[in-house]
């Protein structure tokens, strides 16, 4: 059983630029949500897609956004980069019958400079 | 406004002792608990839940402790091992419908001495 997979490891970007992660689901989960983790500070909840469509968002402003393939991976996109968007980014997934049993991915660490 | 409160940023402990870690909440609409361990460069890795009409839920050498009225819930690790060494995340769900967000606290840091 394959576990949930992130790339990039590591992403270093300009403000003002555009920047896509990359999130694949642990094989037989059908949903993906996808957490911010600044440093010193536990995940924060950016949004949920479930059957390629955004069902659940948090506090986070439009220029955050994302996709879901047919094969239930996942895209983060966070357009005009802002320096506060330095974070660990990371995915979980988990299959619709254990909804609370979310299973991580190592996470892509996002510098913006 | 912080919903889920681990108050006590890092926690050292004996190995063989019992580890305490504490977490409190304030919104009465969670349904389910969770622990979660995390390890420098990996992400969170889920170790144990609760729902919220339990008191108690065991595996192994993990407890989890949930106090509704207090709104308050806590981790023993019996005995403590070095490997625990690691940030624990105490997180939350609820609301219902299809959306299962976790809302997470700040994490301690457990520290086991040989």
């Known amino acids: 059983e394959t576990g949930v997979t992130q790339s990039p490891t590591h992403l270093i970007k300009t403000r003002g630029q555009q920047v896509t992660l990359r999130c694949s689901s642990q094989?037989?989960?059908?949903?993906v949500s996808w957490y911010q983790q600044a440093l010193g500070q536990g995940p924060q909840f950016i949004f949920q897609?479930?059957?390629?469509?955004?069902?659940g968002r948090g506090n986070f402003p439009p220029r955050f956004s994302g996709l879901q393939f047919p094969n239930y991976s996942s895209e983060l996109n966070v357009n005009a980069l802002e320096l506060d968007d330095s974070a660990l980014y990371l995915c979980?997934?988990?299959?619709?019958?254990?909804?609370?049993?979310?299973?991580f991915g190592p996470g892509t660490r996002l510098t913006v400079t | 406004d912080q919903q889920v409160k681990q108050n006590s940023p890092s926690l050292s402990v004996q190995e063989g002792r019992i580890s305490i870690l504490n977490c409190d909440y304030t919104?009465?609409?969670?349904?389910?608990f969770l622990w979660y361990k995390k390890y420098p460069a990996e992400g969170p890795t889920f170790l144990i839940s609760?729902?919220?009409?339990?008191d108690k839920n065991e595996d192994g050498r993990f407890t989890v402790f949930l106090n509704k009225s207090a709104k308050h819930l806590s981790l023993h690790i019996v005995p403590s091992q070095p490997g625990d060494s690691a940030v624990y995340f105490c997180?939350?769900?609820?609301?219902?419908?299809?959306?299962?967000?976790?809302?997470f606290g700040k994490g301690t840091l457990l520290t086991v001495n040989p």
């Open positions: 979980a997934s988990y299959a619709g019958s254990r909804p609370y049993e979310q299973y």
């Open positions: 609760i729902s919220s009409i339990k």
């Open positions: 919104n009465s609409m969670f349904d389910y």
């Open positions: 094989s037989g989960h059908n949903t």
């Open positions: 897609y479930y059957r390629e469509e955004e069902n």
């Open positions: 997180a939350a769900s609820g609301g219902g419908g299809s959306n299962y967000k976790l809302t």
